[in-house]
Each structure stands twice: as C-alpha cells, then as structure tokens.
C-alpha cells in the first residue's frame, strides 16, 4: 500500500514538474536537465546512502527518507512561486536520490521481511524439527521456501509499480490541469507523508553492517560483485537491454506523428497500451512463482525488443498497439524477473547495497538511453531506428539466457563467492547452484 501511494504521487510530482518547467522555460533542454537531475544524476550517490542508511542504528530511517522527499516537495511547490531553474534542478536531485534509496531499501526489506517470516512459520510448524538451518534437506527446503516468498514479494511490488505506472501520469494530467503545478506537488508531498507513516516500524539496518563505514560497505558489495561472475555479467547484459529499452521513448513520439500520423491521440493509445501491457505482466509473473527466473528475464526482454520490430513493421496504428500491448507485458516480466535474480545471487546482507546498485543502473541507462533514441530518430527515420533498437534487446535477450543456464558460484555468510570444497550441484528454478564448504578468504 505505501509503495503504490508513493509511486503515484512520484508521477504526479513528475508530471507537475515537467509542465511547469517547461511553462516557465518554453525549453526542451530545460526539461531534459529536469530528467537528468531527477533520474540520472542520483544513480551516482544512491548506493552511498542505502550503505550509510544500512549502518545507522536509529529506527524510522526509511521514514525519514520519505519525509525528507515531502520536505523538499513542499519546497518545490513554493519555489514555483518565484521559479529558478537551478534551485528547481538542485531540489529534484535531492528528491530524485531520496525517492530512488528508498526504494531500494524497501525493496531488500520487504523481500527480508517476506523470506523471515516464511522460514520462522515453517521452523514453528509440524515437522518443524526436520527443517533445521544447518541440516541438508531441511536447509534446502528453507532455502526453497525463502526464494519463493522474496519472488511474491517482488511480484506485489512489480503488481503496484505497473499500475502506477499506468494511472500516475493520467492523475498527474488531470490535476495540473485543473488545479496547477504547485497543488500537484503538494499532493505528492501528502503521498510521502502517508507513505512513510505506513512504513514507520520498516527498519533496514543491517547487523553485520556495526562499526563498518561507507566506503568500506561500498567496497564490500563492488569485491562482491568482482568475485561472482554471473552476477557481474547479468547486471551488465541488463543494463545493455535497458539502454535500448529506454531508446524507445523518444522516437515513440515522432513515430507516432510523423510515421503512422496519427497525432496525439494515437500517441497516448500507444502509451496506453504499453501500460496495459505492464500491468498484465506483471499479473503474469505474479502468477509464475515456479517458473524458472531466467526463462522469465530473458523472454520479458525478447517481448520488448519484438515489441520494437512490430513498431518498425506496423502498416497501421492498430497492429502498433498490439506490438506496444506484447511490450509493455515484457516490462512487466523483466524488471522483477531482474530483482529476483539479484537477491537470488546475493547473500541477505548485501540486498540493500545491491539494489541500490540495480537502481542506479537503471538510472544510468536512462540516462544514455534518452539521448541515444533522440539521436537514431534525428540520423535516420522511426521505423529504421525501432529496428535497430529491437535487434539489439532481442540480442541482449539471447545472452540473458545463456547466462540463465551457467552454474552460479553462490554467496557464503560473510558475502563472498568460494572456489574450493564443492559439492553436488542443485537446480532450483532453471538456474543451478551449489553448496560450498569451508571459509572464504576476507577481502582486502
């Protein structure tokens, strides 16, 4: 409930800020610096505030993350009033950071607070004393059961996300208009507001996190990372796709008015249908705990990069909407599919930091995305730049597959991939992985 009232306010802001940036500026340029003050430039601090956030024995720090984004909301709505582009820039990187921390803390927390419960439920039920942390069977299939509840989780988060998605912008519109920019962003502020009172007892400090500093939390989670393998080329595969996933953006526009002229309307029936297809999506994946994850990834970025060729192909506005329809449901399936992967190959402690890595990716490839579109559409036309963007997700889904179906060196305790005492390799979810014994060398 907190994540999809926060995720709706978030649009509404966004949709505020744009417009009135714009109506103030009359500028493109200004609205573009808007985009990359607000979504691309905190993916360079947000790790750094989850690992401080991680360490800080103090309660309610998610809550005061939502509350600092309703403090300079509210500031934002005043500086309209007397608007300065710098200062409005300046506070949207403030937000932007807050509001992408925070997700990444809610989400480790939630997927931890999924995977405690259903293990303490199983320790404490019949046959409970069978399922033992430390014996082999009952290990596996609390291992197993953990899994399984963080992929529900991510799947009620991916649920809310799609239908903000889909809605936020629409209710962003709609208030503007009736009633202004800076009433909008006053009711984003009231969303933060509600959002972190809902979240006020969520506490994500990290036990092994006491004494550590930053850098060294930071450090930790980057030697991580070096050490697991398939984890580095996952995260880097992704990000590949996401750049051409967020390349569609802008050349939607001109290809819509220009290509299959069909104005604005058929603009916003493209958009509309691409969130429809999110939305089902992530229903699907809702409903496909058991299906194995990488299959998941790699055929929600198929969907997408096939969504793009559709584009290219499309003789009609009709048949741009079905391609648009099977796009928005890759979304859906990828980004969890993504999450769930992440926190399958990494140790509990390290969540946080590593969704902040995953956040900021995202961020990044926002960033060079945007600009990669506008510029294909500006060299050639739509429908050759569509193509080129929906070989290259295609392609990208064909090595998310492949790394779905390598052998996984998994995390120890202490947050480090072994090489040495292996054991019999175990399948779970088309990905296989193994146990290790003996201790791992501490990072230097």
Known sequence: MAYTINRLGTWIGLVALMVAVFDHTHSALAVAALLFAAEAFPAFVVPAVVAR??????HRELTGLYFFEAIVTIALAVLLWQFSLPAVLLLAAFDGTAA??????????????????????????????????????????????????????????????????????????????????????????ATFLIAGSLLVDLHPHVEEAAGSSVAVRLRAAAIYIRRAPTLRWLLLVDA???????????????????????????FGLLLTAWGAGTVLGSLVFARSLHRPLGLLLSGGTLAVGLAYIGFALAPTLAVACVAALIGGAG???????????????????????????????????????????????????????FTLVGLGAAATSVALFGLSQRRLEPPTRDGEPTSWGRQAPQTRGGLTTREFTGQAPTAQ
């Not at 956030?53 to 103090?58: C, D, K, L, Q």
């Not at 509840?149 to 991916?158: D, F, G, K, P, Y």
């Not at 590949?240 to 290809?255: H, K, M, S």
Request: hydrophobic letters at 50%; proline letters at 4%; glycine letters at 10%.
């Open 331 to 385: 979304n859906g399936l990828e980004l969890p599919s993504l999450i769930s992967l992440v926190q399958r190959l990494t140790p509990k402690n390290l969540h946080g930091r590593l969704m902040g890595a995953v956040e900021s990716l995202s961020a990044l490839c926002v960033a060079i995305g945007l600009p990669l579109g506008g510029a294909l559409v500006a060299l050639s036309s739509p429908r050759s730049a």
């Open 100 to 189: 992408l921390a925070a997700s990444a803390l809610l989400r480790a927390e939630l997927a931890r607070a999924a995977r405690d419960q259903v293990e303490d439920d199983l320790l404490a039920g019949p046959g409970a004393t069978a399922l033992t942390r430390d014996s082999g069977a009952g290990a596996a299939d609390l291992e197993a059961a953990g899994h399984e509840a963080e992929r529900r989780a991510n799947a009620a988060l991916n649920v809310a996300f799609s239908v903000s998605f889909v809605v936020g912008p629409v209710l962003g519109g709609i208030i503007v208009a009736a009633s202004g920019s800076s009433a909008a962003l006053l009711i984003d502020a």
């Open 240 to 266: 590949v796709a996401l750049v051409f996933f967020n390349t569609g953006g802008p050349i939607e526009v001109t290809y819509a008015k220009t290509t299959l002229h069909a104005g604005d309307r058929g």
């Open 53 to 58: 956030v991680e360490t800080s024995r103090r």
